[in-house]
């Protein structure tokens, strides 16, 4: 019912910026959280952010807090993650999600089987 699409993947500097947005389509009738996850090869998915509905709350993990922004606007049905002063460690495929049933967040949108939809994830290279 709802698809994910993202853009915004490539290559960066270390220290450089990325914006990756994550539209969605199909039937986005409900209100409900987005969140951003990354995975590197070999290891799991890692929780990035999360935004409730309002764009009001967000959560940030804690070894991305002041580097990455997580925002949306529900008028283009688009959420964002900002990315800046990145680092080599931060190379991975990034994901966004939603979670079709919640509209406020909580410490279990940190959790990646708390949503229901994810988009493609493209590709985050950071060269040194």
């Known amino acids: 019912q709802v698809q994910l699409v993202e853009s915004g993947g490539g290559l960066v500097q270390a220290g450089g910026s990325l914006r990756l947005s994550c539209a969605a389509s199909?039937?986005?009738?409900?209100?409900?959280?987005m969140g951003w996850f990354r995975q590197a090869p070999g290891k799991d998915r890692e929780f990035v952010a999360a935004?409730?509905?309002?764009?009001?709350?967000?959560i940030n993990a804690d070894s991305m807090k002041g580097r990455f922004t997580i925002s949306r606007d529900n008028a283009k049905n688009t959420v964002y993650l900002q990315m800046t002063s990145l680092k080599p460690d931060d190379a991975a495929v990034y994901y966004c999600?939603?979670?079709?049933?919640?509209?406020?967040?909580?410490?279990?949108?940190?959790?990646?089987?708390?949503?229901?939809?994810w988009g493609q994830g493209p590709q985050v290279t950071v060269s040194s």
């Open positions: 199909g039937r986005t009738f409900r209100s409900y959280v």
């Open positions: 935004i409730s509905w309002s764009g009001d709350n967000t």
């Open positions: 999600a939603a979670n079709i049933f919640r509209s406020e967040i909580s410490i279990t949108n940190m959790n990646d089987r708390e949503y229901n939809y």
